[in-house]
């Protein structure tokens, strides 16, 4: 069956150079809205201008997702394979050891693909139909590249449903899904299957090596600890004490496990972030650094108000624990709060108790997270971090 053609009207402006076109931008008639969900098409306009060959979803917002910006290119195994190999060669130029992501959607010319490495193990995340359709070239192509031991498939983020695709996390090759990883000189365990997204988050890798680097002989509470990422890399750089806290029970005994292979010592505190801080301003126990990465609190625009205050008051409540002269490190995971907003919550809350702060770091995720200059959505991370007297 012959290729499908997306229709760019005139005097429409088509986002020119974004991977990215939205429904209302495209002649919706009733045969582009009768093409399957996750499609491989071309795109063009009325005129005939190319635009390129992606993948259609009538039920989306964005209806188009760009692959390349010629029509008619197959997109196959060896496509897959090709984008995997520049991506890998990207990588090679920042990491010397095989722990980095190695495909980050549309920075990586793979819109809706996620692939993070763990040397001889990967995992796969996927959040388009189109994508999805592409399931087993993505696969053939990381055998093709890598030959990994294992491929997780971890295809169970709640945004896959406005694709229309279901939930599942199962192992495509291989099998086991708890891993050790390098990074920082340090030594993690995650959990692959059960573990929040891919498993791991290396976005955080240069925000936590900056920490470590104030660290030695420092109090550190890290917040929302997960599997202790921020808070075993600073007992790494010799903190006198280290406290790592979190909700989750399972994500703290990795990290307990992980400081024990690290011969290290840190304390897992299970509890509610905001109660615990709430108890630790009540007993008047501060901190020489405070991390507060916590997960997403606007998940949705619709969330962007509740989320915000949020944001301002763990900025309030992680000042009040940090000591004087200590620095405080917030995060915002959540894409859908801009960066000055995002900012200026932060501000408010660490400032509301009269604390006198200076901002001296502003940054994103690592160089394994490229973001494509015509799509700055993509710069999802946030991290700010605080000096305050």
């Given at each position: 069956?012959?290729?499908?053609?997306?229709?760019?009207?005139?005097?429409?402006?088509?986002?020119?150079?974004?991977?990215?076109?939205?429904?209302?931008?495209?002649?919706?008639?009733?045969?582009?809205?009768?093409?399957?969900?996750?499609?491989?098409?071309?795109?063009?306009?009325?005129?005939?201008?190319?635009?390129?060959?992606?993948?259609?979803?009538p039920k989306s917002l964005i209806a188009?997702?760009?692959?390349?910006?010629?029509?008619?290119?197959?997109?196959?195994?060896?496509?897959f394979s090709a984008r995997i190999g520049?991506?890998?060669?990207?990588?090679?130029?920042?990491?010397?050891?095989?722990?980095?992501?190695?495909?980050?959607?549309?920075?990586?010319?793979?819109?809706?693909?996620?692939?993070?490495?763990?040397?001889?193990?990967?995992?796969?995340?996927?959040?388009?139909?189109?994508?999805?359709?592409?399931?087993?070239?993505?696969?053939?192509?990381?055998?093709?590249?890598?030959?990994?031991?294992?491929?997780?498939?971890?295809?169970?983020?709640?945004?896959?449903?406005?694709?229309?695709?279901?939930?599942?996390?199962?192992?495509?090759?291989?099998?086991?899904?708890?891993?050790?990883?390098?990074?920082?000189?340090?030594?993690?365990?995650?959990?692959?299957?059960?573990?929040?997204?891919?498993?791991?988050?290396?976005?955080?890798?240069?925000?936590?090596?900056?920490?470590?680097?104030?660290?030695?002989?420092?109090?550190?509470?890290?917040?929302?600890?997960?599997?202790?990422?921020?808070?075993?890399?600073?007992?790494?750089?010799?903190?006198?004490?280290?406290?790592?806290?979190?909700?989750?029970?399972?994500?703290?005994?990795?990290?307990?496990?992980?400081?024990?292979?690290?011969?290290?010592?840190?304390?897992?505190?299970?509890?509610?972030?905001?109660?615990?801080?709430?108890?630790?301003?009540?007993?008047?126990?501060?901190?020489?650094?405070?991390?507060?990465?916590?997960?997403?609190?606007?998940?949705?625009?619709?969330?962007?108000?509740?989320?915000?205050?949020?944001?301002?008051?763990?900025?309030?409540?992680?000042?009040?624990?940090?000591?004087?002269?200590?620095?405080?490190?917030?995060?915002?995971?959540?894409?859908?709060?801009?960066?000055?907003?995002?900012?200026?919550?932060?501000?408010?809350?660490?400032?509301?108790?009269?604390?006198?702060?200076?901002?001296?770091?502003?940054?994103?995720?690592?160089?394994?997270?490229?973001?494509?200059?015509?799509?700055?959505?993509?710069?999802?991370?946030?991290?700010?971090?605080?000096?305050?007297?």
């Amino acid at each position: 069956m012959s290729r499908k053609t997306i229709i760019l009207p005139k005097g429409r402006r088509a986002r020119i150079g974004s991977p990215w076109i939205f429904s209302n931008e495209i002649r919706m008639d009733e045969a582009a809205k009768a093409i399957t969900p996750g499609s491989t098409v071309n795109v063009r306009g009325e005129d005939g201008r190319e635009f390129g060959t992606g993948y259609f979803n009538p039920k989306s917002l964005i209806a188009v997702r760009l692959l390349i910006d010629a029509c008619d290119t197959t997109i196959d195994r060896d496509f897959f394979s090709a984008r995997i190999g520049r991506a890998l060669a990207l990588r090679a130029a920042f990491y010397d050891k095989p722990f980095y992501r190695l495909v980050h959607a549309e920075g990586d010319g793979l819109p809706g693909l996620v692939i993070d490495r763990f040397d001889d193990v990967v995992t796969v995340q996927i959040g388009t139909a189109g994508m999805e359709k592409q399931l087993d070239n993505i696969v053939a192509a990381l055998e093709a590249r890598l030959k990994p031991k294992t491929i997780m498939l971890r295809n169970d983020a709640p945004s896959r449903a406005l694709e229309g695709l279901d939930s599942y996390v199962r192992a495509a090759k291989g099998e086991g899904a708890r891993i050790a990883l390098e990074e920082n000189g340090c030594r993690y365990f995650a959990d692959l299957a059960q573990g929040q997204k891919t498993g791991w988050y290396y976005d955080q890798r240069d925000n936590r090596a900056f920490i470590a680097g104030l660290a030695k002989g420092k109090s550190v509470l890290d917040a929302y600890s997960y599997t202790g990422g921020f808070g075993l890399a600073a007992a790494k750089a010799g903190a006198a004490e280290v406290v790592c806290l979190d909700s989750s029970a399972p994500a703290l005994a990795l990290a307990e496990e992980s400081a024990r292979a690290n011969k290290l010592t840190i304390q897992a505190v299970k509890a509610d972030v905001f109660e615990e801080l709430e108890r630790l301003i009540a007993a008047e126990e501060k901190f020489d650094i405070v991390v507060a990465d916590p997960p997403p609190f606007v998940k949705s625009k619709k969330d962007l108000e509740p989320g915000a205050k949020a944001y301002r008051k763990l900025a309030k409540l992680a000042a009040q624990v940090t000591a004087p002269g200590g620095f405080l490190l917030i995060a915002s995971c959540s894409h859908n709060i801009p960066p000055e907003r995002f900012a200026a919550e932060c501000a408010a809350g660490v400032t509301r108790n009269g604390r006198v702060a200076t901002l001296i770091r502003s940054a994103g995720a690592g160089p394994d997270h490229p973001v494509h200059p015509l799509l700055p959505e993509s710069a999802y991370l946030k991290a700010l971090v605080y000096a305050l007297d």
